[in-house]
């Protein structure tokens, strides 16, 4: 049985177990809730103790690798740019459209106070944020009192200056530094493996309690929130369309024709790195790009452009703070947005389910929700998986378009 399969397996019994007895025995759903809750919580803290050194050493690491990309030439250069660009997109789009999107579903009162009491980590409950409190924060005084305190906005911009930092060391220096970073990161998802390898019963004891106490609230919640990432996934990869038409100079109708056979491969693989052929067939063969362009811009949009990460990262802040009944304000949004790119950019090529907590936490702590849910979303965040691929590969094809246009009218 896979990994996903096992997760959902677990999600599947614990929310079984929890209804039954909050349908037949409410006192004794209460006592089985009260019991599940610290097996849970363990399972949360156990993931949430890698987030600060994977966070800071994927983003060191991710600053230096696209540097070394940007390096190797003009069109590499602007097939960065490029990828920002579509990712800012994309998590602009996402930050204001996911609040929207959650306020036309009914909200539960109940469901924050089951969420509360089954799995919000300590200290998960953050402060409303203006911004003044977020422009004034965005720079640590402190970086080692930012990561104890788990403070990852700051984090994430110490971690920036750092990584850019090394591109101007000695070279051989800046290699050991960022070897190390990376032991650091590969040490870190080795941890998070021994964790996700108990996550069936981590995720049985979450729903079970909160499923105990909020009935099938919680299983229409996390429907809704499934939704709402599906319905965005598939509007980032509408919006691919036109990026390709008036920034790339497509033909509507040949650039989605074009886009059938690696968007196949997509769906049934879930994979951008088993579509990149079908991707390069198509940009040299049917969209006619020019052969230098293919052959680096596309393997290094499967290396370091994922249109979706964004998009899940801020559909999970807003999805927590519609749960527990948070608006947020235009100063969390854009913060949310800006560090979700950041945080894309270091984890792209890392299996999702793995870097599901450090990648979605410091996004949902910098828009100031609560942290516990993650947990339960984790589960659930495998199935609108093949969407997610299918809106990378749409994206990866749509930049390629930009930056095929872009070095016709430049020298290469």
Partial sequence: MSATSRVLTGLAAGAVVGLLLAAWQPRAALQVAQVAQPIGKLWLN????TVVPLVLALVVVGVNTASDAAASGRIARRAIVVFVALLLLGAFFAAFAAPFLFACFPHNPALAAALDHAA????AQARPV???????AIVPSNAVAAAAQSAMLPLVVFALFLGFALTQIAPARRAMLVEW??????????IVRWVLWIAPLGVFALILAVCARAGLGMLSALGVYVLAECILYLAVALMMLPVAVFFGGERIRRFVVALVPAQVVALSTQSSLASLPAMLESADGKLGYPAPVTALTLPMAVSLFRLTSPVQYLTSAAFIAWAYGI????????????????????SVGLPGQVTFIATNLPVAQAMGVPLGPLGLMLAVD???DTLATFGNVTADLAATSVVARQSR????
């Fill in 181 to 190: 970073f990376q032991a650091v990161a590969d040490a870190m998802i080795v």
């Fill in 46 to 49: 156990a993931l949430q103790m």
């Fill in 409 to 412: 009218h430049g020298s290469t």
């Fill in 120 to 123: 919000v980590l300590p200290a």
């Fill in 382 to 384: 495998t199935l609108p």
């Fill in 130 to 136: 203006g911004w003044i409190d977020t422009l004034v």
């Fill in 327 to 346: 608006d947020l304000s235009v100063a969390q949004l854009v913060a949310g947005a800006l560090l979700a790119v950041v945080i894309s950019l270091g």
